[in-house]
């Protein structure tokens, strides 16, 4: 298996960051091993440990492991064929699903979709301090998802997630090769604004 602390080139930050966050991608090429139950299990509970708003912890997890076939053959035809392909082999493979309205009061939760993705985040930097790699995937059929599962209406399956560890390039195919590659992130200046939008956060240096 390669190793997780070297598996993709690294890129350059601007400003230091925790090496976990630094070393998270999300490659399209998978190691067949099983990802232990301990491990899966710690990499949910960080989930459940991600802030939301008013505590409502909006997040469901629909999870599904090689290990059982029909239940990974279920989840993964969920997918669009693109995913598919590198998806097959991956070793887990996990769908987020979020409560649209608040328990509380009945009103919509505006922000169940984004609480939701602060929970998957959560999931991934974990994945990641553990040597496993999770691939978001918004290439999925989400009223297949809520067919095949039983999703009720007041639950929106938001996202598809394998994962897994890195696997070996060298008997990938030329087309997963040029895709497992770590892509470059935006510099601050594009997305941090003060003042207007688009007009650039600057703060004095430290020089």
């Known amino acids: 298996m390669p190793d997780p602390a070297t598996a993709g080139q690294l890129l350059e930050i601007e400003h230091d960051v925790l090496d976990v966050i630094r070393r998270r991608w999300s490659p399209v090429i998978y190691s067949p091993e099983t990802v232990e139950t301990d491990k899966l299990l710690t990499v949910l509970e960080a989930a459940r440990w991600a802030p939301s708003s008013n505590n409502e912890q909006p997040w469901s997890f629909l999870v599904a492991r090689k290990e059982e076939p029909e239940e990974f053959a279920r989840m ?18 996990i769908l987020s699903v979020a409560k649209l309205h608040y328990d509380r009061n009945g ?62 390039e060298s008997g990938a195919p030329e087309e997963l090769r040029k895709r497992n590659v770590r892509r470059p992130r935006r510099p601050l200046d594009e997305f941090v604004f ?11 240096t430290n020089e």
């Open 76 to 93: 993964l035809s969920c997918l669009v064929p693109a995913n598919v392909i590198w998806a097959q082999h991956v070793p887990v493979l």
């Open 107 to 168: 009103k919509p939760n505006r922000h169940a979709w984004h609480d939701t993705g602060i929970a998957t985040g959560f999931l991934m930097l974990q994945a990641a301090a553990l040597g496993l790699f999770a691939h978001g995937m918004a290439g999925f059929d989400p009223d297949k998802a809520r067919q095949l599962y039983g999703i009720p209406e007041s639950h929106e399956a938001v996202a598809a997630i394998a994962l897994g560890y890195p696997g070996d």
């Open 194 to 204: 003060a003042g207007e939008w688009g007009r650039r956060f600057r703060l004095p």
